[in-house]
């Protein structure tokens, strides 16, 4: 652990970053893309093309919630009490969207990884520089997540039945399971 990071000045109405919240979704998010992975995959198997991506998607979702749960132990941050909750809701995704074939699964990883693109630029914004540590986290594990977007998008998201719907309701979803993992 580097230490808590410098005292801020902040104008006067600006509020104060919480980045225990910020790392108590980050993780959640993290864990519930693991869960979402692990039910496409026990749906698709390896008997199809996509199976491989999703699986090399998931491994790095493995690797982006070890890193947060990490760094939640250095920093004293509780995980979401809603763990249990993503722990079911994520796996009934992957494998609700994987029933519905491989462009619904990867329409899944658009819909979320856009959310989660906008996520991380807005806690960018609100870091500024004041915390390095978590910054370059977050600023990497971006990357990937849209690398997984663009993977998504190439391998026929868009093709997905009802993908207006279909994406709209996934991202919302998110921003919901966004919004409660930050509080609870």
Same mark, same amino acid.
Request: glycine share 8%; charged share 25%.
């Given at each position: 652990?580097?230490?808590?990071?410098?005292?801020?000045?902040?104008?006067?109405?600006?509020?104060?970053?919480?980045?225990?919240?910020?790392?108590?979704?980050?993780? =959640?998010? $993290?864990?519930?893309?693991? &869960?979402? %992975?692990?039910? !496409? +995959?026990?749906? /698709? *198997?390896?008997?199809? @093309?996509?199976?491989?991506?999703?699986?090399?998607?998931?491994?790095?979702?493995?690797?982006?919630?070890?890193?947060?749960?990490?760094?939640?132990?250095?920093?004293?941050?509780?995980?979401?009490?809603?763990?249990?909750?993503?722990?079911?809701?994520?796996?009934?995704?992957?494998?609700?969207?994987?029933?519905?074939?491989?462009?619904?699964?990867?329409?899944?990883?658009? =819909?979320? $990884?856009?959310?989660?693109? &906008?996520? %991380?630029?807005? !806690? +960018?914004?609100? /870091? *500024?520089?004041?915390? @390095?540590?978590?910054?370059?986290?977050?600023?990497?594990?971006?990357?990937?997540?849209?690398?997984?977007?663009?993977?998504?998008?190439?391998?026929?998201?868009?093709?997905?039945?009802?993908?207006?719907?279909?994406?709209?309701?996934?991202?919302?979803?998110?921003?919901?399971?966004?919004?409660?993992?930050?509080?609870?």
């Amino acid at each position: 652990m580097s230490g808590p990071a410098p005292h801020i000045v902040r104008r006067p109405g600006e509020r104060a970053v919480d980045r225990k919240a910020m790392l108590r979704v980050d993780q =959640a998010g $993290e864990y519930g893309a693991t &869960r979402i %992975y692990a039910g !496409q +995959l026990a749906v /698709l *198997g390896n008997r199809h @093309p996509s199976s491989r991506l999703i699986a090399s998607m998931a491994t790095q979702e493995e690797r982006h919630r070890k890193h947060f749960d990490a760094m939640l132990a250095e920093r004293g941050v509780r995980p979401t009490l809603l763990q249990p909750i993503w722990h079911v809701a994520g796996y009934a995704l992957g494998a609700a969207t994987a029933l519905l074939g491989p462009e619904a699964a990867m329409a899944c990883t658009s =819909a979320i $990884e856009t959310e989660i693109d &906008r996520h %991380y630029s807005h !806690q +960018l914004e609100e /870091l *500024g520089d004041s915390d @390095p540590e978590l910054s370059e986290a977050i600023a990497d594990f971006q990357a990937e997540e849209v690398e997984h977007l663009n993977t998504a998008m190439a391998e026929g998201a868009e093709r997905a039945p009802a993908y207006p719907l279909l994406s709209g309701l996934i991202r919302a979803g998110c921003r919901a399971a966004i919004a409660l993992s930050q509080r609870i």
